[in-house]
């Protein structure tokens, strides 16, 4: 992406081996221009035909054109739903407000998006290992893919603060499990180490195979909206794959005349891991890894791989970079879900910096806004659990919903039932 070598497809490589730089998937737009319209992703729809059934391969000319389908790791993915929110919209303080819930992949995350393609090229290089460092979502997901396709899935976890569900995916779907005793950002760079010489595929967002099938989020979400394009379009930012692949994939919508213009994206991270948020303040001349802490485990990130992606999107979609605080993220996650949707904290950024910058005044009431929800309720339980109950450390349950326990005897049980005044929220 920097200094413009080139390298065919075929081979086992990440980043630049002349400036080091990251790697982007080049597609030929001016053959794409002539040969594929809005019809032909619009008759796939519904289809029962692999790949094309996959919400990622879909959009398989923008995704990995000339790759066999006889290669394809599919579950199939994607096909999530776009929730209007009306309730939240008016918490946020704007009319229209879409959420696209990732969470309803088959792992329960996005990654599912990134780890088909990911596989999927695995498959094309022979490889038989693949492997990756991760929080915990890109484990689960890793682990399920690597199973379909036959391979050994490798997954290095921290060894602390990682959300049951997705190591119990990870377990489950039959991966070796590696717990070690460093943060994620360390692993990452032992997974890559590792991988090297051991000739393991290593299947992190610095693959960009991965995300390409990210990018699909972005296409799907505007063939929903019919090819209408939304004003904004807010994500959380952890190592900033995501980010990257939405710039992309609307850059190269807008390139093909699919979209008459770029929608902004505004991407939120935590206060606690906020290094391109930090770095947004100075206008990108500015730019410091740091330790992370947040209590949405899936953007503990400190020194995310792809901010020099991520600040490309923010360019190319004339976006934002807002950081929400732990408390925020809580009690906005606390509110999807009591709308019967639910995610995983993470995804509570989307909402809380959709907030927070309507206060601030940059995303104005009458746009329309389109929150990605990252992750599935299910992913972390003892944070919901621990919120309800008041036990997570340092924040308040503004929106709680508390256990009540009770004898097996009537006159307790219409203590509690009888109606009452509530305030609801
Ligand atoms: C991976 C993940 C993120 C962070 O996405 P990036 O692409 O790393 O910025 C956010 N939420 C959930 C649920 C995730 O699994
Ligand atoms: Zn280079």
């Given at each position: 992406?920097?200094?413009?070598?080139?390298?065919?497809?075929?081979?086992?490589?990440?980043?630049?081996?002349?400036?080091?730089?990251?790697?982007?998937?080049?597609?030929?737009?001016?053959?794409?221009?002539?040969?594929?319209?809005?019809?032909?992703?619009?008759?796939?729809?519904?289809?029962?035909?692999?790949?094309?059934?996959?919400?990622?391969?879909?959009?398989?000319?923008?995704?990995?054109?000339?790759?066999?389908?006889?290669?394809?790791?599919?579950?199939?993915?994607?096909?999530?739903?776009?929730?209007?929110?009306?309730?939240?919209?008016?918490?946020?303080?704007?009319?229209?407000?879409?959420?696209?819930?990732?969470?309803?992949?088959?792992t329960?995350s996005?990654k599912?998006?990134g780890m088909?393609?990911g596989?999927?090229?695995?498959?094309?290089?022979?490889?038989?290992?693949v492997a990756c460092a991760s929080t915990g979502n890109t484990s689960a997901s890793l682990a399920a893919y690597a199973?379909?396709?036959?391979?050994?899935g490798i997954v290095f976890f921290q060894?602390?603060d990682i959300a049951?569900?997705k190591l119990?995916q990870a377990i489950?779907y039959?991966a070796?499990a590696i717990q070690i005793?460093a943060d994620f950002d360390r692993n990452l760079?032992l997974v890559?180490?590792?991988?090297?010489?051991?000739?393991?595929?290593v299947l992190n967002s610095v693959n960009?195979?991965r995300?390409?099938?990210?990018?699909?989020?972005?296409?799907?979400?505007?063939?929903?909206?019919?090819?209408?394009?939304?004003?904004?379009?807010?994500?959380?930012?952890g190592n900033?794959g995501?980010?990257?692949?939405?710039?992309?994939?609307?850059?190269?919508?807008?390139?093909?005349?699919?979209?008459?213009?770029?929608?902004?994206?505004?991407?939120?991270?935590?206060?606690?891991?906020?290094?391109?948020?930090?770095?947004?303040?100075?206008?990108?001349?500015?730019?410091?890894?740091?330790?992370?802490?947040?209590?949405?485990s899936a953007i503990k990130i400190?020194?995310?791989v792809?901010?020099?992606?991520?600040?490309?999107?923010?360019?190319?979609?004339?976006?934002?970079?807002?950081?929400?605080?732990?408390?925020?993220?809580?009690?906005?996650?606390?509110?999807?879900?009591?709308?019967?949707?639910?995610?995983?904290?993470?995804?509570?950024?989307?909402?809380?910096?959709?907030?927070?910058?309507?206060?601030?005044?940059?995303?104005?009431?009458?746009?329309?806004?389109?929150?990605?929800?990252?992750g599935?309720?299910?992913k972390?339980?003892?944070?919901?659990?621990?919120?309800?109950?008041?036990?997570?450390?340092?924040?308040?349950?503004?929106?709680?919903?508390?256990?009540?326990?009770?004898?097996?005897?009537?006159?307790?049980?219409?203590?509690?039932?009888?109606?009452?005044?509530?305030?609801?929220?």
């Amino acid at each position: 992406m920097d200094c413009g070598q080139q390298y065919p497809v075929n081979v086992v490589i990440y980043t630049c081996e002349r400036c080091g730089g990251l790697l982007d998937l080049c597609h030929d737009l001016d053959t794409l221009r002539q040969t594929i319209t809005h019809d032909t992703f619009d008759q796939r729809l519904g289809t029962l035909e692999a790949p094309y059934n996959s919400g990622v391969w879909r959009y398989k000319e923008l995704i990995y054109p000339n790759v066999s389908n006889d290669l394809i790791v599919s579950r199939p993915e994607g096909n999530t739903n776009l929730y209007r929110a009306p309730k939240l919209a008016q918490w946020a303080g704007v009319e229209t407000l879409y959420l696209k819930h990732e969470g309803e992949n088959p792992t329960g995350s996005f990654k599912d998006r990134g780890m088909t393609g990911g596989l999927t090229q695995a498959r094309v290089l022979g490889m038989k290992r693949v492997a990756c460092a991760s929080t915990g979502n890109t484990s689960a997901s890793l682990a399920a893919y690597a199973a379909i396709a036959g391979l050994e899935g490798i997954v290095f976890f921290q060894n602390k603060d990682i959300a049951l569900g997705k190591l119990a995916q990870a377990i489950a779907y039959g991966a070796t499990a590696i717990q070690i005793s460093a943060d994620f950002d360390r692993n990452l760079e032992l997974v890559r180490e590792v991988a090297q010489a051991l000739d393991i595929y290593v299947l992190n967002s610095v693959n960009p195979f991965r995300l390409e099938g990210q990018k699909s989020i972005m296409f799907e979400t505007i063939q929903q909206l019919r090819w209408q394009v939304p004003d904004w379009i807010v994500c959380p930012g952890g190592n900033l794959g995501n980010s990257s692949a939405f710039g992309k994939a609307l850059h190269e919508l807008y390139e093909l005349g699919f979209i008459d213009r770029m929608p902004r994206l505004a991407i939120i991270q935590a206060a606690g891991a906020n290094p391109l948020y930090r770095s947004y303040q100075t206008n990108f001349t500015e730019y410091e890894p740091m330790h992370a802490e947040t209590v949405a485990s899936a953007i503990k990130i400190g020194s995310p791989v792809n901010a020099r992606k991520a600040m490309r999107t923010i360019r190319w979609t004339n976006g934002v970079v807002e950081q929400v605080t732990d408390q925020e993220i809580m009690d906005a996650k606390a509110l999807i879900d009591r709308q019967g949707i639910g995610c995983e904290p993470a995804s509570g950024c989307s909402l809380a910096g959709v907030r927070k910058l309507v206060d601030a005044g940059v995303i104005k009431s009458n746009e329309t806004v389109v929150g990605i929800l990252t992750g599935h309720i299910l992913k972390d339980p003892e944070a919901t659990i621990d919120y309800h109950d008041g036990d997570l450390k340092g924040i308040t349950a503004t929106y709680p919903n508390r256990l009540h326990r009770s004898e097996p005897n009537v006159d307790m049980l219409r203590a509690i039932l009888e109606p009452h005044e509530t305030a609801s929220a």
